[in-house]
């Protein structure tokens, strides 16, 4: 028997991949640079650069960070079927680094100056999690 989806419930969750190895590593206290050059493709490293350059001071080097972290988040979510919008659950654990990425942008564009960019950030995130949001923002 095929089961029909519900085409007014919206798209699926989208679920990234896990890389325990890069995870692990961040994880287990690697410089978040050194994990970012051995893994480019991970986000997690990407959104730790902003937070510790965004705590020192540099928001434009934050704001690079990132963004790194963010397009090659955008780059996986793609890849495991994301077709622009729907859910991109912060529950999922190896979302969590593009979530923390975009996050991090909006907070670096406004820091920058780039409000238009930081609106459209935070309500990216607001769409894809709700609860990254409140995690994020500590509400």
């Not at 890389?19 to 050194?34: F, H, K, N, V, Y």
């Not at 704001?63 to 994301?82: C, I, K, P, V």
């Amino acid at each position: 028997m095929e089961t029909q989806r519900d085409l007014l419930a919206g798209p699926p969750p989208t679920h990234l991949p896990d890389t325990p190895e890069a995870r692990e590593a961040l994880e287990s206290g690697a410089a978040a640079s050194d994990v970012a050059a051995r893994f480019p493709a991970f986000s997690a490293a990407w959104a730790a650069l902003a937070d510790e350059y965004f705590a020192q001071g540099h928001a434009v080097t934050s704001y690079a960070f990132a963004r790194t972290g963010y397009h090659r988040g955008l780059d996986q979510l793609r890849r495991a079927g994301w077709k622009g919008h729907g859910p991109i659950p912060w529950e999922h654990e190896p979302n969590r680094g593009f979530l923390r990425c975009l996050h991090a942008l909006a907070r670096a564009a406004l820091a920058i100056g780039e409000k238009d960019e930081a609106e459209r950030c935070s309500q990216f995130l607001k769409d894809s999690s709700p609860a990254a949001v409140a995690e994020l923002n500590g509400t």
